[in-house]
C-alpha cells in the first residue's frame, strides 16, 4: 500500500514582504499570503488528508488551517517544533536598513551574501549571483554550518529535521495515514533533501513557493 507525504510553505507574511528576518518570531498573513493559502488549499482539495502538522508559530497554523478547509477527514492536527522555521537569533524582527545602521555596511555585505538569497527567486537570483561571482555563492552556503549570533545554522535545523522525518514514517507505516505538513521555507530545506535525494549544495539552492506543495509517497 501507498501513503502520501504533502508539504508546503506557510504563505506570505508581513515580515515576509517587508524583507525582515522573521525567524521564529510570529507575524501574520498579508492578503496575499491568504491568496496563497487558498491556492494551495484547492490544489489539495481532491487529496485525502487523515493527521496534519504545523509548528506553534499562526503563519503555519493559519496556512494549515485554510487548507483543512475541505478536509473533514482529517480527524488529528498536531503542533510540532521540529518543522519550525531556522532561528535568526539576534537578527529576528530586524530589517535589513536596521542590521546597517546597527552593523554598519561592511557586515551588511556579509550579509547579503548570507541570507539574501533566500529572498530571491528566477532570474533575480540568477541576475544576484551572477552580479556577485560563484566565488560569493560559495559564502553564501556557509550558512548551512554557520549560524547567525544566537541563531541557527541550517545543518543544526536539518537535524531536528530528520529526526521530525524518522518518527513521522515509523507513523505512517504503522497507522497506514496520509500526511500534510504545513512548514517553513528553510525547515521545507531538509524535507526535500531526505525526500528528493539531493545534496547540501542542490539543497541550498532551492527555491521553495508560497503557493503550491510537494508530494511524496510511502510504501507500506
Same mark, same amino acid.
Given at each position: 500500500?501507498?501513503?502520501? @507525504?504533502? #508539504?508546503?510553505?506557510?504563505?506570505?507574511?508581513?515580515?515576509?514582504?517587508?524583507?525582515?528576518?522573521?525567524?521564529?518570531?510570529?507575524? /501574520?498573513?498579508?492578503?496575499?499570503?491568504?491568496? /496563497?493559502?487558498?491556492?494551495?488549499?484547492?490544489?489539495?482539495?481532491?487529496?485525502?488528508?487523515?493527521?496534519?502538522?504545523?509548528?506553534? #508559530?499562526?503563519?503555519?497554523?493559519?496556512?494549515?488551517?485554510?487548507?483543512?478547509?475541505?478536509?473533514? %477527514?482529517?480527524?488529528?492536527?498536531?503542533?510540532?517544533d521540529r518543522i519550525i522555521e531556522r532561528s535568526y537569533g539576534e537578527l529576528q524582527g530586524k530589517s535589513h536598513e536596521q542590521f546597517v545602521k546597527q552593523m554598519?555596511?561592511?557586515?551588511?555585505?556579509?550579509?547579503?551574501?548570507?541570507?539574501?538569497?533566500?529572498?530571491?527567486?528566477?532570474?533575480?537570483?540568477?541576475?544576484?549571483?551572477?552580479?556577485?561571482? %560563484?566565488?560569493?555563492? /560559495?559564502?553564501?552556503?556557509?550558512?548551512?554550518? @554557520? &549560524? &547567525?549570533?544566537?541563531?541557527?545554522?541550517?545543518? !543544526?535545523? %536539518?537535524?531536528?529535521?530528520?529526526?521530525?522525518?524518522?518518527?513521522? #514514517?515509523?507513523?505512517?507505516?504503522? %497507522?497506514?495515514?496520509?500526511?500534510?505538513?504545513?512548514?517553513?521555507?528553510?525547515? !521545507?530545506?531538509?524535507?526535500?533533501?531526505?525526500?528528493?535525494?539531493?545534496?547540501?549544495?542542490?539543497?541550498?539552492?532551492?527555491?521553495?513557493?508560497?503557493?503550491?506543495?510537494?508530494?511524496?509517497?510511502?510504501?507500506?
Open positions: 500500500m501507498k501513503f502520501k @507525504i504533502y #508539504l508546503f510553505r506557510h504563505a506570505q507574511t508581513y515580515f515576509n514582504r517587508a524583507h525582515r528576518f522573521t525567524g521564529w518570531k510570529d507575524s /501574520q498573513l498579508t492578503p496575499l499570503g491568504k491568496q /496563497q493559502a487558498k491556492k494551495v488549499a484547492l490544489k489539495l482539495r481532491g487529496k485525502d488528508i487523515d493527521v496534519a502538522y504545523s509548528s506553534h #508559530l499562526s503563519r503555519s497554523k493559519d496556512t494549515l488551517k485554510a487548507v483543512l478547509k475541505y478536509h473533514p %477527514e482529517c480527524k488529528k492536527i498536531i503542533t510540532d554598519g555596511i561592511k557586515d551588511y555585505q556579509t550579509l547579503l551574501h548570507w541570507h539574501k538569497v533566500d529572498f530571491l527567486h528566477g532570474k533575480e537570483r540568477e541576475e544576484f549571483i551572477k552580479k556577485h561571482g %560563484e566565488a560569493d555563492l /560559495q559564502i553564501v552556503r556557509r550558512s548551512y554550518n @554557520i &549560524p &547567525p549570533l544566537g541563531g541557527e545554522s541550517v545543518k !543544526m535545523v %536539518e537535524k531536528r529535521v530528520n529526526y521530525f522525518i524518522k518518527e513521522l #514514517l515509523k507513523k505512517i507505516k504503522k %497507522e497506514r495515514i496520509n500526511v500534510a505538513i504545513s512548514a517553513h521555507g528553510n525547515s !521545507m530545506r531538509p524535507f526535500r533533501k531526505y525526500f528528493e535525494h539531493l545534496s547540501i549544495k542542490q539543497m541550498m539552492q532551492l527555491e521553495n513557493p508560497w503557493d503550491d506543495y510537494f508530494e511524496y509517497t510511502v510504501e507500506v
